[in-house]
């Protein structure tokens, strides 16, 4: 028996007759059972991999198993036992919350009685709407639905790309509280999303540009792996801010975070808040604010970014 809900190796795609490179050797595995995230910008592979390790793509090299089934030679075995929920809304839009909930179960040989219990709790959510048409729902409402959908078969392993892109800051909330109950009862779940926040709430994690996985951990263990020292910093606008600290000595890299920059210096060197407050005053900004802040999933990101393009 394979131990991983997910295993990839070597997994690779391009597009075109440029062979351009979305998807760059990838290998990721993933436990049963296991909320898992693909954290990274757009464009930055996460959709291409998705295809593949649902057989929507043909993986150009390399070789990914689901559930132990190869993504190639036992593409309608993993298409009857993994649930998808693409970026874009791909549900039928003149058909009703309900029509379009029984055609999905049809599909799949059951029906939406057998399985209720698994969707009950986000179903009851939009029952009161189930007679109108998906296209006049809302984003959260349309959210829930093609989950809804993509769980009406009881699938084993759930493929999740940028779910909350788009929803309203409740809904993205409400979305996480319902897949930390969907794993709590054992469905393994990768979950692509852009915003960094939400890695936070993943067991593990993979850090994605370019079509290159640049770490992969729990959210904790990479922040706490952060080899820099960091600081929040204000002092009139941040353009002004930033260019008064790039002109530090000693600062690794300064960028927007917030309302504050974020200055990373090295963990060993002698650069403190006040000699950086004395700095920025020494440039002719005033009543700068200087505090030092533990990393976050983006200054991570930044980070990684940063250390391949030098």
Same mark, same amino acid.
């Given at each position: 028996m394979n131990s991983f809900a997910i295993e990839a190796k070597g997994l690779s795609k391009w597009y075109g007759k440029e062979k351009t490179l979305a998807v760059d050797r990838i290998s990721l595995e993933v436990g049963p059972g296991e909320l898992f995230g693909l954290i990274g910008p757009d464009g930055a592979g996460k959709t291409s991999i998705f295809r593949m390790l649902t057989t929507l793509l043909l993986p150009d090299a390399g070789s990914a198993q689901v559930g132990g089934m190869d993504v190639v030679k036992d593409y309608q075995r993993i298409r009857n036992s993994v649930g998808y929920m693409p970026g874009r809304f791909s549900l039928y839009q003149d058909l009703s919350v309900e029509e379009n909930l029984s055609f999905f179960a049809t599909v799949f040989n059951t029906s939406i009685a057998e399985n209720?219990?698994?969707?009950?709790?986000?179903? %009851?959510?939009?029952?009161?709407?189930k007679k109108?048409?998906?296209?006049?729902?809302?984003?959260?409402?349309?959210?829930?639905?093609?989950?809804?959908c993509a769980l009406i078969h009881k699938p084993e392993v759930l493929f999740l790309d940028e779910p909350t892109t788009g929803v309203d800051p409740v809904s993205r909330k409400e979305f996480w509280e319902m897949l930390a109950r969907l794993k709590a009862r054992g469905i393994t779940i990768l979950v692509a999303t852009p915003?960094?926040?939400?890695?936070?709430?993943?067991?593990?994690? &993979?850090?994605?540009?370019?079509? $290159?996985?640049?770490? %992969?951990?729990?959210?904790?263990?990479?922040?706490?792996?952060?080899?820099? $020292?960091?600081?929040?910093?204000? &002092?009139?606008?941040?353009?002004?801010?930033?260019?008064?600290m790039n002109t530090l000595e000693g600062v690794i890299r300064c960028y927007g975070s917030g309302e504050f920059a974020h200055a990373a210096v090295s963990a060993s060197g002698a650069i403190d808040e006040a000699a950086i407050k004395a700095h920025l005053i020494a440039q002719?900004?005033?009543?700068? %604010?200087? $505090?030092?802040?533990?990393?976050?999933?983006?200054? %991570?990101?930044?980070?990684?970014t940063q250390d391949r393009m030098s």
């Open positions: 209720y219990q698994l969707i009950e709790d986000i179903y %009851v959510q939009i029952e009161p709407f109108r048409l998906a296209g006049q729902l809302s984003g959260g409402m349309k959210q829930k639905l093609a989950l809804c915003y960094m926040d939400e890695a936070a709430l993943c067991e593990r994690i &993979a850090l994605i540009q370019e079509g $290159r996985i640049l770490q %992969v951990d729990t959210p904790a263990a990479i922040r706490a792996a952060y080899p820099d $020292r960091l600081y929040a910093v204000k &002092a009139g606008t941040m353009s002004a801010t930033i260019r008064a002719g900004l005033r009543d700068p %604010v200087v $505090r030092p802040v533990l990393p976050t999933i983006e200054d %991570v990101f930044i980070k990684c």
